[in-house]
């Protein structure tokens, strides 16, 4: 890649009398960025900047976000557009390869895809060992980091093949690992993937297709599911993608990686999220508990889940897609007079009104919901940030490869400012008061 920029300048800093010029490059979209790779080097001083808030630590070509304007796009093409005219797999190919496909290459593409979705018959087995309460996501971490011991031809990161077929199978397993793990809590036998269906048809078959029984996918929810893992497929720098490029800076697999940016999905600032906004909407219940529940919010006792995001200093882009396919979900299912969703649009309209969450420019992120539709496809809470993995896994492993194809790239490595005690010697435990 070795893009880096156009020079725009130079800033100077003034450290301990010394002066010193750090260029300023500019990028095709964005704020531009004060280059400090010597800064350590000429000053001795290091810049501090925990939670990341105004460092960008990489270049890259997949996707930009706009938090003020709200803007979200893939390769430059609008998250509102892919989501209403693109499909999950054609949106893969595009943040894999950089430019949406001729309709020859997205075929092959999908079919190429489609050959990679069953698992080694053995790792079947690896699901038996877990405790059938187990959380999937704690599945999903150890199954997905299995696949390195499975698949070994895929593994030297060193050969473009072996990374664009560890991508394919990544894309490809995701959902029968994922479709695996909700069979097991729930013990019903494992479904095989079909080849004839569709992405998000045959995952949704394989989560709800019974041996004695066969599942017909409704159309409408496929296409709600398809939309949902675009809506997920990639959001640039954010925690658990960074953690995929950290673990794959030293050099690990493509599947360890993944495992890694899985395990830091899970959490509840995170991925977690939307599992939380549908439970917080539960124990608000009615609307007339709203306004407790606010002024909860106020005195900080919790937080509003489903609100805020770390970039985002608008309406989540993905958010307004996700709402509109919540009513589309809700009324297919014949829920569309489900509590929960009243309580969410008020929330939202209350919320959206309130001085104190405009002050502090909080919106509903992609999560608020997210939870109430997936309930309605089917899915119990828990499976929710497996979904989100599922589709995030393109984000991860394209912006794995193209770390990993950047000549300039290191290994990840920050640096810190301590403040723990200052050298001092050892006193043998019978001299210690
Ligand atoms: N509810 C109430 N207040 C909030 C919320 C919220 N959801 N989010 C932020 N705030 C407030 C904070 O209390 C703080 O107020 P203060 O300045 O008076 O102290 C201010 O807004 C800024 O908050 P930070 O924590 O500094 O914002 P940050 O950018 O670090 O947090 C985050 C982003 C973690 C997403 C946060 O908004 C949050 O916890 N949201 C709820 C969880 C959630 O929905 N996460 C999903 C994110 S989207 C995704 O991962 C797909």
């Not at 495992?259 to 939307?274: E, S």
């Not at 009104?353 to 997936?374: A, C, H, M, Q, W």
């Amino acid at each position: 890649m070795e893009n880096k920029g156009t020079p725009n300048g130079a800033a100077s800093i003034s450290i301990g009398g010394k002066d010193l010029g750090l260029p300023i490059l500019k990028g095709t979209l964005g704020p531009d960025v004060v280059d400090i790779r010597k800064l350590y080097g000429e000053t001795d001083v290091f810049t501090y900047d925990p939670g990341f808030t105004s460092t960008a630590a990489c270049e890259s070509q997949i996707t930009f976000i706009d938090g003020d304007k709200g803007v979200l796009l893939h390769r430059g093409y609008p998250i509102g557009q892919l989501a209403e005219q693109s499909s999950f797999l054609e949106v893969c190919y595009l943040l894999l390869n950089g430019e949406l496909p001729t309709a020859d290459e997205l075929t092959k593409f999908e079919r190429t895809i489609t050959l990679h979705t069953m698992l080694h018959d053995q790792m079947d087995r690896f699901f038996q060992g877990f405790r059938r309460d187990a959380h999937p996501m704690a599945v999903m971490v150890g199954t997905v980091g299995a696949l390195s011991a499975f698949y070994h031809d895929s593994t030297d990161i060193t050969d473009l093949q072996q990374r664009t077929i560890s991508a394919h199978r990544l894309i490809a397993k995701m959902p029968t690992l994922a479709a695996r793990a909700y069979k097991y809590t729930i013990g019903q036998p494992f479904i095989y993937p079909r080849n004839e269906l569709g992405y998000a048809e045959n995952f949704l078959r394989m989560c709800f297709a019974v041996p004695a029984e066969d599942y017909q996918v409704n159309p409408v929810l496929a296409k709600a599911m398809d939309k949902i893992f675009i809506l997920h497929a990639d959001h640039e720098q954010n925690a658990s993608t960074s953690t995929v490029r950290l673990a794959g800076s030293s050099g690990a697999n493509p599947f360890a990686c993944i495992a890694a940016g899985i395990a830091c999905l899970w959490g509840p600032a995170h991925g977690g999220a939307n599992e939380e906004a549908l439970n917080m909407l539960k124990e608000i219940g009615t609307v007339d508990r709203i306004p407790e529940y606010v002024q909860g919010v106020k005195d900080r006792k919790y937080r509003l889940m489903g609100f805020g995001h770390r970039v985002y200093k608008n309406y989540d882009p993905r958010a307004k897609v996700m709402q509109q396919t919540c009513h589309e979900v809700l009324a297919e299912t014949g829920h569309g007079d489900d509590p929960l969703l009243k309580v969410a649009m008020e929330l939202e309209k209350i919320a959206l009104n309130d001085p104190y969450f405009v002050e502090r420019k909080l919106y509903p992120n992609v999560d608020f919901y997210s939870g109430i539709t997936l309930r309605a496809l089917g899915f119990p809470a828990e499976m929710f940030t497996v979904l989100f993995a599922l589709a995030r896994t393109v984000g991860w492993i394209a912006q794995w490869k193209e770390m990993i194809e950047d000549p300039s790239q290191k290994i990840g490595r920050p640096r810190q400012l301590y403040t723990g005690p200052a050298m001092r010697d050892y006193t043998p435990v019978d001299k210690r008061g």
